[in-house]
Nanobody, 125 residues
Framework: QLRLVESGGGSVQGGGSLKLSCVASGYVGYCMGWFRQVPGKERAGVAAIHNNGTTTYADSVKGRFTISQDNAKNTLYLQMNNLKPEDTAMYYC?????????????????????WGQGTQVTVSS
């Protein structure tokens, strides 16, 4: 059973930066991603990184967010710059530990079988 623990959330003014971290209790093997959710809306993919280092970003965060990982530490990061009020959400870390249909996009919830508890990001205008 893999455990994912996020940290790094907080409150920041628009234009500011935050860096989220997600520590996995073991080896993931496939893809890891960051998702976000606001009350009343579905969880949406923000960024993903494959085990070969390939990254994928939602259009809304391209050029502002950077996903990275430290495999030696089993840690996933999300550097968020130039934050906007619309980035306010609960941010979740997700891990894919088994093979799945390759047609499922990296930013789809369906790709992942483990989730963290989330860390809140609040951006004020």
């Amino acid at each position: 059973q893999l455990r994912l623990v996020e940290s790094g959330g907080g409150s920041v003014q628009g234009g500011g930066s935050l860096k989220l971290s997600c520590v996995a209790s073991g080896y993931v093997g496939y893809c890891m991603g960051w998702f976000r959710q606001v009350p009343g809306k579905e969880r949406a993919g923000v960024a993903a990184i494959h085990n070969n280092g390939t990254t994928t970003y939602a259009d809304s965060v391209k050029g502002r967010f950077t996903i990275s990982q430290d495999n030696a530490k089993n840690t996933l990061y999300l550097q968020m710059n130039n934050l906007k009020p619309e980035d306010t959400a609960m941010y979740y870390c997700a891990a894919q530990t088994m093979s799945t249909n390759p047609a499922i996009r990296a930013l789809s919830n369906m790709r992942y079988n483990y989730w963290g508890q989330g860390t809140q990001v609040t951006v004020s205008s």
